[in-house]
C-alpha cells in the first residue's frame, strides 16, 4: 500500500491542490476549485472516504461550509453549517479553521469562525451547532476585534483526551476547557497584552498561532502578537523563548505561523516588525528551535538570490505527518515553498496563486 | 404570477447551477420570501443572522433596489424581474 500526499491552498481566489507520492519531489497542481471565493480554512478528512472541507467565504456574501467527495471536481454546500443565533449579535463573517475531532469520533468536525466561536459537527460536517459555553464567558463583553477581524483560529484537541481542547483568538487570548467544549477557561498569564482598549485585563491577548508539542500535552507554543512563547502547564501560564531571535530596539519578535514537526521541531517565519509586516530586508529565513534546544537558529534561507518583501500568514504554514516530515509554506503574493531536511534547503512549487490564506496537508493511504 | 430571478454566477451553487430561473409569487414580498424557500441555501448570502440584507448585496425589483420601497406588498406582474446584484463599492 502506498500513500499519496496531497497540499491543499487556500487562497483569497479559491482553492487549490498539490499532489504527490510519497517522495513528494513531483507535484501536479490543479484548481481552482470553488473560484471567487475566499478559503480561509480547508481539511482533507479520509476518516469515512476522502473528503475535502472548505470554509468559503466572500465579502458581500457572508461565510459557509462547502465539501468534495471526487478530490475537487464538484462541491456541495453544507445547508445546516455554521451559524449564530439572531438573538447573539454575532456575525458569521468567515470560518478560519477546520480541524477533524478526537481520534476516537470519526464523524466530529470543528469550526473556528469570525467573530470568534466555536461550532462543533457530530455528522460529518452536515449539521452544526455552536458551542455557546466560549461565547457566553464572562469576559466576552471585552472581547475587541484586531486588524485581522475577532477570528478563532486555532482548535486544539489534547491527544490524549478528547475531553480537553484549547482555542485561540487574535486581540482575545487563548482558552481551555476540560469538558468538551462546553466550559471554558481563559489561560493567558505571562502573555503580553495588546492595546485593545478595553479594561478587563483576562482577555486582550493576541495570540498569531499555536501548536500543541507532539510529546507532552501540557506543553503548547504560540506565536503572539508581542513575542513567542511557551507553557508548560496546559496554557496556564506562559513564558518567552526568543533567544536567538534578532530585536530591533523594543520590538518583540513579530510573525504569524508557528509549526511544530511529528519529530518536536518548531518553526517561525520572523518578518520585520508589527508595522512592516513582511521579511526583514527581503530575506526569506525560517527560524527553529530544536527539540532540548532553548535557542532560535535561522536555519533556512528559502531564496538566497532574490529578496522577497512578503509575508506568510498563520495558517500558512505546515508540516506533514510522513518520515521524513515535510514542511510547507505559502506567502502573501501567492508563491508555496518546501523542505524535506528540516527547513534546511528549500524548493518552490509550479504555480502563482493569489494571497495565500492556509496551507494543510493530507495524507491518504491507497 | 410568474416573474423573472437572475443571481450572480458566484452562487449559482445555491440555485441548483442556474443564474437565471423563474418563480411563482402573487406580491414582491411573497417572491421575497420563495426565494429563499425554494432556495434555502441562498439565505446566508443575502441576509444578516437578525435577517437584514446584506450590506453589499442589493435586490433589485425591475429597476428600483427594494430598500428604497416604502413597501414590499406590490402586486407582481408578469414578467416582472428580481435581481440579485453585489453592490459595486470601488475597484
Redesign the interface.
Known amino acids: 500500500m502506498g500513500k499519496r500526499v496531497v497540499l491543499l491552498i487556500g487562497t483569497n481566489k479559491g482553492v487549490f491542490q498539490y499532489t504527490s507520492n510519497e517522495e513528494r519531489k513531483e507535484w501536479k497542481l490543479s484548481g481552482p476549485f470553488l473560484p ?2 475566499e478559503a480561509y480554512s480547508v481539511l482533507g478528512d479520509s476518516r469515512n472516504g476522502n473528503l475535502i472541507y472548505a470554509g468559503t467565504s ?7 461550509i ?1 465539501v468534495s467527495d471526487d478530490m475537487g471536481e464538484s ?3 453544507i ?1 445546516n ?1 455554521p ?4 438573538e ?5 463573517n468567515r470560518i478560519w479553521q477546520l480541524v477533524p475531532g478526537p481520534a476516537s469520533e470519526p464523524d466530529t468536525l470543528y469550526a473556528g469562525a469570525e467573530e470568534a466561536g466555536l461550532f462543533v459537527s457530530y455528522d460529518r460536517g452536515e449539521n452544526w451547532r455552536e458551542l455557546k459555553g466560549l461565547t457566553s464567558h464572562p469576559t466576552r463583553p471585552n472581547w475587541f476585534p484586531g486588524a485581522g477581524g475577532m477570528c478563532l483560529h486555532t482548535i486544539i484537541i489534547d491527544p490524549g483526551n478528547k475531553q480537553r481542547m484549547w482555542v485561540a483568538m487574535s486581540a482575545v487570548g487563548v482558552f481551555r476547557s476540560e469538558d468538551g467544549g462546553e466550559t471554558w477557561k481563559a489561560c493567558n498569564r505571562g502573555l503580553s497584552r495588546v492595546p485593545t482598549g478595553q479594561p478587563e485585563d483576562e482577555v486582550g491577548y493576541c495570540i498569531h498561532k499555536m501548536v500543541i508539542d507532539p510529546n507532552d500535552s501540557n506543553t503548547l507554543y504560540m506565536q503572539e502578537h508581542g513575542g513567542v512563547f511557551k507553557s508548560s502547564d496546559g496554557g496556564d501560564s506562559w513564558f518567552p523563548i526568543e533567544e536567538g531571535l534578532t530585536l530591533k530596539g523594543d520590538d518583540a519578535p513579530f510573525g504569524f505561523p508557528i509549526s511544530v514537526s511529528p519529530t518536536g521541531d518548531l518553526f517561525l517565519v520572523p518578518l520585520e516588525s508589527s508595522e512592516q509586516r513582511s521579511m526583514k530586508g527581503g530575506k526569506m529565513l525560517v527560524y527553529s528551535m530544536r527539540p532540548g534546544e532553548s535557542r532560535w537558529e535561522p536555519i533556512g534561507d528559502v531564496m538566497p538570490d532574490e529578496e522577497r518583501h512578503v509575508s506568510v500568514l498563520r495558517d500558512a504554514m505546515t508540516v506533514d505527518s510522513l518520515d521524513p516530515y515535510g514542511l510547507y509554506f505559502g506567502t502573501t503574493s501567492g508563491e508555496v515553498y518546501y523542505s524535506l531536511d528540516r527547513g534546511v534547503t528549500w524548493d518552490r512549487l509550479p504555480g502563482q496563486f493569489s494571497r495565500i490564506l492556509t496551507v494543510k496537508p493530507w495524507i491518504i493511504e491507497e | 404570477m410568474r416573474i423573472q430571478v437572475s443571481v450572480p ?3 449559482s ?2 440555485t441548483k447551477g442556474r443564474t437565471k430561473f423563474e418563480l411563482e409569487a402573487e406580491t414582491l414580498r411573497e417572491a421575497l420570501e420563495r426565494l429563499v424557500e425554494e432556495y ?2 441562498l439565505k ?3 441576509y ?4 437584514d440584507v ?4 442589493l435586490l433589485y425589483y425591475n429597476e428600483d433596489n427594494i430598500a428604497w420601497l416604502e413597501k414590499l406588498d406590490i402586486p407582481l406582474a408578469e414578467g416582472d424581474k428580481l435581481r440579485v446584484l ?2 459595486v463599492s470601488g475597484g
Open positions: 471567487g471565493w466572500h465579502a458581500a456574501y457572508g461565510a459557509s462547502r462541491w456541495r454546500q445547508e453549517g451559524s449564530y443565533s439572531p447573539s449579535g454575532f456575525a458569521l | 454566477l458566484l452562487l451553487d445555491s434555502p441555501l446566508v448570502h443575502l444578516t443572522e437578525q435577517g446584506r450590506k453589499h448585496v453585489q453592490a
